[in-house]
């Protein structure tokens, strides 16, 4: 069952943004070498429960936190919400290292992530 492994706060401030979490819950940040600007979130020590996450500046008005959902075929995924009268917010995309992933809105305009592991994009 595909289960939510990751989220992504979107900021005007990124740097403002992580100082909070910093200080608040004691979470840190390591900038990403990626073709964007993006900055991992770690929250807690590898084996402990729970997901870390990113960081990004907000380039939509409308994005705030997206939790992504780890699925197997991302295109499968795509046929199913558009189906189920869902909407894709954001096209399928590649992201080097990591995998596809794309934007979609639920019934209620709610938006999550949803990603497909292929380490060998570049």
Known sequence: MPRV?????NAEDPRRVMSFYK?????????W????EYWL??????????????VQRRTDPRATVVNYIGVKDIDELVRKIVMNHGGIVQQKTA???VGWVIMFHDTEGNIFGA??????LR
């Open 33 to 36: 070498k990626g073709p964007f």
């Open 5 to 9: 492994e990751y989220f992504e706060i």
């Open 41 to 54: 979130a770690r929250t807690g020590k590898k084996g402990e429960k729970g997901i870390d996450g990113g």
């Open 23 to 31: 200080e608040v819950f004691g979470w840190s940040f390591e900038e």
């Open 115 to 120: 990603m497909q592991e292929d380490e060998s």
């Open 95 to 97: 992201v080097p290292g």
